[in-house]
């Protein structure tokens, strides 16, 4: 047992470039949740408004984003959708899937939020002579997001970790990715993984603390 | 002036409203009575087009409330109101509140806005308080915000639906004082109450509500002093 | 007509997978229960300076990539020469995975109970054991159940990350047969279905029972 020699030099040497990869793999969390929190915010509306085609499908995509592996949501978006044609690269894949996964969850937070809001607030706007849309926008909106900002930046959390799947269809300028591609070349796999253990948790520590102070600062009321 | 002419109103099977006749003049002020669940609030809410009717019709100045070629949101303009439940806006402060309808309904620059939110905030009382935030306010605050809030749209009517049965005894009194301060103003209002002192010495009229009807109308004297109907003189045996 | 290379047989291949899932989604929900249990209850009996490295620890599991961390055990079990098949690892991930989430769970329930109820509790005599078992434990189950469901089915859609450890449950498969037919989308639409209809009863089942105790409870 343990006759292996721990090479942490070589992984701390590389720490550099796994460092880019980690700002990389902020990008795309950041990426993924700007735009799920706008495919949120339209799946949300979706699901209450009384068209039964946009009712339908939000529904499909709020369950199929809840009940399936998000692996499973990422392949989706890298093999299945070529059967149209569309090759999308693993870093477009990997953001596809993790959008789609992103807005299906934030879009039930939403959805939560906003039957926390009393109707009174929209007839309160409305008797001011606000418009619907107006009234959504500026009286029931800003609540919404203060009441789902914390479950929204577990979502962040998650995003961060879910961009480390993007090795499984070949990504390679993200964390996992460049970890990987290290991996392959020396096969220092504790040592290489490890330290990236240590950097995902430092983004996901720092993201949650980010928000709390975030939190802090928007919601004064 | 406000007319409405044979209004009626039912939720699902509930009727609500039965033929509301009523018309409100500039310069006046009605109080409307009567006990819980006759339909006073949803008449408030009907004649700003909150709710749609049933049958008969609302004119505002001669404009068809519920006509299908009125703009709501530009009638709503002339005619401010205020619920018993104050419905503050949480996340912006008391002067944002009261700024956001002039600016973004009005179109105003927010120095304008500010200029006018100021006035009214002063108007009841509240000046010392424009960078609070709601929830640092008693229900009483509240409810003169809320108050400020649709009189710096510069309406021509007020609605009041109830604005003092989900405050405390003890800030009754000073939403109360406001009101009694507008109506000297001579601005035309529409209350619904249940404080009947207040009713008696602010209003014109008063309208007695029964299960969706108006069974009695006239001056404050008529209905507290010589009430025609059986069905007056007993609700009002009942809130004494 | 819609035409399809998939044969009977590669659906049993596919139903293998599934089977290899529910198996590594039932062994690390069962371990992962009873150590989350465990935890759980732990962390509400300790303060929080003596919890502090066991909730260290466990929060772990929740801020690193599942995937990283099922890396790092097969690392680490061939380094140690424990020769621990890829089952194995992925059962002991998981199952730690799961008792991190599970015992996050368990403290909520039971802090969900009110203390005073826990004082009449032993004011009545009861011994702490008795206390826990009869009152405390019963209570906090209502309120941990509905997340516990939900866990099981975050633990069984995690499962699909095992196939980069080289086991072949039903995404991995899905694979290999996406290979060899070149029809990915279809495929994957099944293999989603299949997903589904092992998720859907079972959190259809947790809305049903959150909703029909939420009727049951007084105001």
């Known amino acids: 047992m343990f006759n292996y020699t721990f090479h942490w030099y070589q992984a701390f040497r590389a720490l550099p470039d796994m460092l880019a990869g980690a700002l990389v793999t902020l990008e795309l969390a950041l990426l993924s949740m700007a735009l799920g929190i706008g495919l949120a915010v339209l799946i949300a509306v979706a699901k209450g408004s009384g068209n039964p085609i946009f009712r339908a499908f939000a529904v ?8 399936t592996p998000a692996l499973f949501q990422i392949y989706m978006a890298h ?44 007839r309160a706007a409305r008797s001011l002579g606000m418009g619907r849309v107006t009234a959504f926008r500026l009286i029931i909106l800003p609540q919404m997001f203060r009441i789902a900002f914390l479950p929204a930046t577990n979502q962040m959390v998650w995003a961060i970790l879910m961009t480390s799947l993007g090795i499984v269809v070949g990504m390679n300028s993200d964390l996992a990715g460049v970890t990987q591609d290290l991996n392959v070349r020396t096969f220092r796999t504790f040592e290489f993984f490890a330290l990236a253990a240590v950097i995902y948790y430092a983004l996901a520590k720092t993201v949650s603390l980010g928000a709390r102070l975030i939190a802090w600062r928007l919601f004064r009321y | 002036m406000i007319q409405v002419e044979n209004l009626h109103k039912s939720f699902g099977a509930l009727k609500v409203l039965k033929g509301i006749d009523l018309t409100v003049n500039v310069g006046e002020v009605v109080s409307v009575i009567g006990g819980s669940g006759s339909g006073k609030s949803t008449l408030l809410t009907c004649i700003n087009g909150l709710e749609p009717i ?8 001669g404009t068809e409330v519920h006509a299908r070629a009125t703009d709501l949101n530009l009638l709503r303009r002339k005619i401010g109101i205020v619920f018993q439940q104050w419905n503050a806006f949480p996340h912006l402060t008391v002067l944002e509140n009261v700024t956001l309808a002039p600016r973004k309904v009005l179109g105003l620059g927010r120095a304008e806005a ?51 049965s989900a405050l405390d005894p003890q800030l ?19 209350c619904v109450t249940h404080e009947m002192r207040f009713a008696r ?40 | 007509m819609f035409e399809t290379a998939l044969t009977l047989s590669d659906l049993a291949f596919l139903a293998k997978g599934a089977g290899v899932t529910l198996a590594v989604t039932l062994v690390s929900v069962l371990f992962g229960t009873v150590l989350g249990v465990v935890f759980g209850t732990l962390r509400t009996l300790l303060n929080a300076w003596t919890a502090a490295p066991m909730t260290f620890v466990l929060d772990i599991f929740r801020s690193v990539p599942l995937l990283i961390q099922l890396v790092l055990a097969n690392a680490f079990q061939s380094i140690a020469g424990l020769g621990w098949s890829p089952f194995v690892v992925a059962c002991v991930v998981l199952s730690l995975y799961t008792s991190s989430y599970c015992s996050e769970i368990v403290r909520g329930g039971i802090d ?15 011994t702490w054991g008795q206390d826990m078992t009869h009152v405390v434990f019963p209570m906090a189950l209502r309120v941990a159940l509905p997340s516990w469901i939900g866990l099981t089915l975050g633990v069984m859609k995690d499962s699909a990350l095992v196939l980069w450890i080289g086991l072949i449950e039903l995404l991995r498969s899905s694979q290999i047969l996406v290979t060899r037919l070149q029809e990915p989308l279809f495929i994957l639409i099944v293999v989603g279905a299949i997903y589904f209809l092992m998720s859907f009863p079972i ?16 105001g």
């Open chain 1, 60 to 67: 499909t995509w709020v369950e199929v984003a809840r009940n």
């Open chain 1, 79 to 122: 093999f299945g959708l070529g059967a149209f044609g569309i090759h999308l690269s693993p870093y477009v894949s990997l953001l596809a899937g993790i959008t789609f996964n992103n807005a299906g969850y934030l879009a039930e937070t939403f959805r939560g939020a906003l039957r926390a809001i009393p109707v009174t607030q929209t």
């Open chain 2, 54 to 61: 049933d049958q008969g019709r609302i004119a505002i100045d």
């Open chain 2, 114 to 164: 500010e200029d006018i939110a100021v006035r009214q905030l002063t108007h009841v009382g509240l000046a010392d308080k424009l960078k609070v935030y709601p929830s640092r306010l008693s229900g009483g605050q509240q409810q003169r915000m809320a108050i400020a809030r649709a009189l710096a749209m510069s309406p021509k009517y007020m609605l009041f639906d109830e604005v003092t």
């Open chain 2, 172 to 190: 009754v009194g000073e939403v109360l004082d406001t009101l009694h301060m507008l109506a000297a103003e001579g601005m035309t209002m529409i």
């Open chain 2, 201 to 240: 010495e602010v209003s014109d009229r008063i309208a007695f509500f029964k299960d969706g009807l108006i069974h009695e109308i006239g001056s404050p004297a008529q209905i507290f002093d010589a009430p025609e109907r059986a069905e007056t003189a007993a609700f009002l045996n009942t809130t004494r």
């Open chain 3, 112 to 126: 969900s109970v009110p203390v005073v109820t826990r004082r009449a509790a032993r004011s009545l005599g009861l």
């Open chain 3, 203 to 218: 959190a259809r089942l947790g809305g049903q029972l959150e909703k029909r105790w939420r009727e049951n409870d007084p």
